[in-house]
């Protein structure tokens, strides 16, 4: 953080149901940064250069939770961003991870988002997870919060993946990123998708050519294309 810059901290009671939610909020140097609380939300106001420790402590229970806070005098800014790759291939349902370097490495603000040119070939996540869904090429830039500086990879997607069986020449396929389930070639398909304990989950129609499902959490879930059943597993 930078002198003069105000951040806020969230605070979270592990216990959906309990009585007692209030805390007390202390900064352990009120030098160098000093605290203040509404409700469930923390602000941090910094006062001078150096180092703090913010901890909250719940009434009940005085159980607590810490955040280090460092403070510069001014801010550093970034001058650049650059890829650990410049272009890849993947599988259709591949993953590949890209990670992104800020420069300079002591950068205040080092966060970066990321985008994909082309979001029927691949996906990125926010940690720069790639997915790959149909073949083709797509771009995924990198561009840092501070400063807008961008930084590319070319993706290049191949036909090759696991097929759903006996779903005739359609060459449908399924496949996951995060709690997302893709569906890729199923046009015109119905999808129906079940929990392990045989809840009905959702149901797509007319599907599209590439199209995502959401999940609601990790686990074992039932896929069904057409009659056509499939077991899929969420990590």
């Not at 806020?8 to 309990?18: G, H, K, R």
């Amino acid at each position: 953080m930078v002198v003069g810059t105000p951040e806020v901290l969230l605070v979270t009671i592990n216990s959906s149901d309990a009585t007692d939610r209030s805390y007390s909020v202390v900064s352990s140097d009120s030098t160098v940064a000093t605290v203040s609380s509404t409700d469930m939300v923390v602000t941090v106001t910094t006062i001078a250069a150096g180092s703090t420790s913010i901890t909250v402590t719940t009434t009940d229970g005085a159980k607590t939770a810490t955040c280090q806070v460092s403070v510069s005098a001014t801010a550093t800014a970034v001058t650049g961003v650059s890829l650990d790759k410049s272009s890849i291939t993947i599988n259709r349902g591949a993953r590949q991870m890209l990670t992104a370097t800020v420069a300079p490495a002591d950068a205040t603000n080092q966060d970066v988002t990321w985008s994909s040119s082309d979001e029927t070939i691949a996906i990125v996540s926010n940690s720069g997870l790639v997915t790959g869904l149909t073949k083709g090429t797509a771009v995924i830039v990198a561009t840092t919060v501070d400063g807008g500086f961008t930084a590319t990879c070319t993706i290049t997607v191949r036909k090759e993946s696991i097929d759903v069986d006996n779903l005739s020449a359609d060459d449908v396929n399924l496949f996951t990123s995060d709690l997302t389930l893709y569906t890729v070639g199923a046009q015109n398909h119905t999808a129906i998708v079940y929990s392990a304990t045989g809840q009905q989950i959702s149901q797509i129609n007319d599907l599209q050519p590439t199209h995502s499902i959401s999940l609601p959490q990790s686990g074992l879930y039932i896929v069904i294309i057409d009659n056509i059943i499939t077991k899929i597993l969420i990590h």
